[in-house]
């Protein structure tokens, strides 16, 4: 065996198995031994040149990537196809369609698309404004937004337009918003078209040198028109916010007319109306309308409580808010609400598990704890205090929120100074929290450093989290401030913005009365002042002996008012 490997050997290596390298006598037993080895005696160098050239190897292997490939198309195909047809046969909203425009608005940029996407601006801006848990019944898309693209044929085909003509085959209807602008001496004018709805037109005049102001204007009216077909009763909340009442009381009819499916909400917001008109009584009546309309409209009941605690009925207002309660049991707000009521009704302990029940709900938000502490340091109970807010405080982290309950602790052990810098300490590490940003400008206006209070607002409102409560809380805050500064042109705008947020709420009118005291307009002070105590807010809140107020607490006027509402301490 030793001989036949030698010279097996001999002959690999001259590549070429000859009688010259290997007797031909012994080629037959080297065959026969390599065979019984498993081996080829013929492989030269490890390469199979047999095997090598089997071309129905090769043709097997394109085979299986040819059906791999098959296999994912038809995949991408089959998910095209369910992405189409979920477009056909589910409701898409309304597409904005390019406007139509003269060619002077488009010569100076205002084209079709541009003019689209500013209203589509406008209404977005327009539902910001009236924010409100009510679902939003209006989708809008932009046909001048990218979509998913698809090249077909080396042709771009967007899937939008692609569902749009499937749609029409499949008898779907497409719900577009077109409009035409037109151009008449010194008028514009716009022409809406909407899906199902029947054709607006409205006009403005164009003022000399305001020309885009006074297009600007156009297309916001163009956004109203969209949102009064869509959802009239969030442009009858920015119409009430703004003072409209005539305009809003109309969206009111708008709803009851033609979508009574939304009669609740109607009501509520021609009771909030009413109730803003000064007529508590006739707003009690709508709130209860919407109340029999649909039973389980949390929000009604909420309003309702508020008013009844207006009107000095606790009882009910209580009763009222535990029903809002129970249909939004995770509600933060409505629990504090609760809270409020039944601190002021001196029912202490059901307060406290209103309050801790919040802080269950959510332990590490600083609101949970400080406003159970704010209630126990107003019944005097300091002690419990304390202990609320150190409770938070070992809760509390190296954060804007864990400085916010370091604040509320210094607070509680009188230490104003370390809690301001606590507070400014929360606000540098996040401003955009908008309870840091109220509790940071509510610690700097007590310490009279007015001009940080504004600098705060500033940088607050950049990041436009400023909402409902915290929204109302920093305007009038700011206005507070610039009054203080003696700027009161900037507090009349702020507090103005401050009533817009609820015009239901006291203390901003009592801040407008301030401005307009400061301003020296008298009876407008008096009014307005009135319009507060109306509205809940106390005369224990006013600082007596600070201006403008040390400059009327001596007038009979003045005190005939605080007794008429029974607000001596």
């Known amino acids: 065996m030793v001989a036949l490997t030698i010279a097996w050997e001999k002959c690999r290596k001259s590549l070429i198995c000859t009688t010259n390298t290997i007797p031909l006598a012994m080629l037959p037993k080297i065959t026969q031994w390599f065979r019984l080895q498993n081996r080829n005696p013929f492989k030269v160098r490890n390469w199979d040149w047999k095997r090598a050239v089997q071309l129905e190897r090769w043709a097997t292997g394109l085979d299986r990537l040819a059906t791999i490939a098959l296999k994912l198309g038809t995949l991408f195909l089959i998910v095209i196809a369910m992405v189409l047809a979920s477009r056909i046969f589910q409701d898409q909203g309304y597409v904005l369609e390019s406007f139509s425009v003269p060619a002077q608005l488009e010569e100076s940029g205002y084209k079709g698309e541009v003019v689209a996407r500013k209203v589509q601006d406008e209404v977005l801006a327009l539902k910001g404004l009236a924010s409100s848990v009510k679902e939003d019944s209006l989708q809008l898309a932009g046909n001048q937004q990218p979509d998913l693209n698809v090249a077909v044929m080396g042709i771009g085909v967007s899937l939008r337009s692609i569902t749009y003509h499937l749609r029409e085959m499949f008898g779907r209807p497409n719900h577009l918003i077109h409009g035409e602008i037109t151009r008449l001496d010194d008028e514009y004018a716009l022409t809406l078209r909407m899906t199902g709805y029947p054709t607006h037109s409205a006009t403005v005049r164009v003022e000399e040198g305001r020309e885009k102001a006074s297009l600007d204007s156009l297309l916001r009216r163009g956004a109203e028109l969209i949102i009064t077909n869509t959802d ?45 008109q000064g007529k508590p009584e006739l707003a009690l009546e709508k709130f209860e309308n919407a109340l029999r309309s649909n039973p389980d409209f949390a929000l009604g009941y909420i309003r309702k409580a508020w008013l009844l605690n207006g009107l000095g009925r606790q ?255």
């Open 232 to 276: 009239p009763y969030r442009l009858a909340v920015v119409k009430y916010q703004q003072g409209k009442n005539d305009e809003a009381l109309e969206l009111v009819r708008i709803i009851l007319r033609s979508r009574p499916q939304e009669a609740h909400w109607a009501y509520l917001a021609w009771g909030s109306i009413l109730e803003e």
């Open 315 to 569: 009882e009910e207002a209580v009763a009222a808010m535990r029903k809002g309660i129970a249909l939004d049991p995770e509600n933060i707000d409505r629990w504090t609400g609760l809270g409020w009521l039944l601190h002021k009704m001196g029912q202490y302990d059901a307060a406290d598990s209103a309050f801790e029940q919040i802080t269950l709900l959510a332990p590490n938000d600083p609101n949970s704890w400080s406003g159970w502490a704010d209630s126990k340091i107003s019944r005097g109970a300091i002690d419990e205090a304390l202990e609320v807010v150190e409770k938070a405080e070992k809760m509390a982290g190296e954060n804007a929120q864990g400085y916010i309950v370091r604040a509320l602790a210094s607070i509680a052990r009188a230490d104003t100074a370390l809690a301001i810098r606590h507070a400014n300490t929360a606000f540098e590490m996040d401003p955009t929290l908008p309870y840091v940003a109220t509790v940071a400008m509510q610690g700097n206006y007590y310490s009279k450093n007015y001009k940080k209070v504004t600098e705060i607002f500033q940088t607050a409102s950049q990041y436009n989290n400023l909402k409902g409560e915290k929204r109302q809380q920093a305007f009038n805050l700011a206005a507070m401030a610039h009054n203080m500064l003696g700027e009161h042109a900037l507090a009349m705008d702020k507090v103005r913005s401050a009533i817009a947020v609820d015009p239901a709420t006291g203390y901003p009118y009592s801040t407008l009365a301030e401005t307009f005291a400061f301003t020296g307009q008298v009876d407008s002070f008096y009014y307005y002042l009135e319009v507060a105590f109306q509205k809940g807010f106390k005369a224990h809140s006013i600082p007596a002996s600070q201006p403008p107020y040390n400059a009327f607490v001596q007038e009979s006027r003045y005190q005939e008012l605080v007794e008429k509402y029974g607000l001596k301490d």
